[in-house]
């Protein structure tokens, strides 16, 4: 008998301890339930477990018991939704806003202190007298010292945002080359000039007409005689068809003599094209 009275009494002890424990923590969740009660679910609690338990003790049917279940289920689930909406809204102002250790400053200025040199780093143009203020601030300046300095960062950055200066114009394009001679050739395609600029290679310019407007070798040495003599002075007109061996040259005398010039434009025979050599003789 004795036993058994020791025995009760710690089966009491244990359902004391038992509902103080119960009593100690802190539930999770408190729904109330019109007309019977709380039910709390506490963390490490099976939903299904806590509601079956709810429901027996307080005797409650099984339609009862899955609109319980629905209920803590959904609250359940808001819970954690506005548990990670609040992580996400803490974490936000962190990834956004660097710490001024680890972004890039728009401009560093040395500045010389009393005590020695410090640095002001400039990190945002816009909120460039915020961060004057503060660099005073946490090295103790005086508010002239201060302006003095926020003149000067304020100057570079300025000058730093300033557009490029504009690129000087470009040079004006050269001249054109002088004109030293035009003359009109009657050509199958009609009278066309033949123009002589200033630093032309004559000889080069009268092959590619030449060929241009299928005219024969002698056809070419003519009109390059021609040329040749117009733009000669004068004066220089004896000497040039006093040379001995071109003038004799029966090859040269028949085209000179078929040639003729109308109104002042060149006239040559008709002959069959040939193709012309790289040279021409006078």
Not at 15 to 35: F, K, N
Not at 55 to 80: F, Y
Not at 135 to 145: D, M, P, R, S
Not at 192 to 197: P, Q, R, W
Request: glycine share 4%; proline share 7%; charged share 20%.
């Amino acid at each position: 008998m004795p036993n058994s009275r020791v025995l009760l009494v710690a089966i009491a002890s244990l359902l004391v301890l038992a509902a103080v424990a119960d009593e100690a923590r802190t539930p999770v969740l408190s729904l109330p339930i019109q007309g019977v009660g709380n039910l709390d679910l506490f963390a490490g609690d099976d939903v299904k477990t806590a509601v079956d338990a709810f429901c027996v003790k307080n005797g409650l049917g099984e339609e009862a018991n899955v609109q319980l279940t629905n209920a803590v289920t959904q609250r359940i689930q808001q819970q954690q939704q506005q548990a990670q909406q609040q992580q996400q809204a803490q974490a936000q102002p962190a990834a956004t806003q660097a710490p001024a250790e680890t972004r890039k400053p728009i401009l560093s200025l040395p500045i010389q202190l009393g005590d020695g040199q410090a640095v002001f780093n400039v990190y945002d143009a816009a909120n460039l007298q915020q961060e004057t203020i503060a660099f005073c601030q946490a090295n103790k300046l005086e508010t002239e010292n201060c302006q003095k300095i926020y003149n000067a960062v304020a100057a570079k950055v300025n000058a730093a945002a300033a557009p490029p200066a504009a690129a000087p114009p470009a040079a004006e394009a050269a001249p054109a080359a002088k004109e030293l001679l035009s003359l009109p050739i009657r050509t199958a395609q009609g009278s066309v000039d033949l123009k002589v600029n200033e630093g032309d290679d004559v000889q080069k310019v009268v092959i590619a007409f030449a060929q241009t407007h299928g005219f024969s070798q002698d056809d070419a040495n003519t009109i390059y005689k021609a040329v040749v003599q117009r733009l000669q002075p004068a004066e220089a007109a004896p000497a040039e068809a006093a040379a001995p061996a071109e003038a004799a040259a029966p090859a040269e005398a028949a085209p000179a003599a078929d040639a003729q010039v109308r109104q002042d434009e060149l006239w040559l025979p008709e002959r069959a094209a040939a193709p012309l050599p790289h040279a021409l003789r006078r």
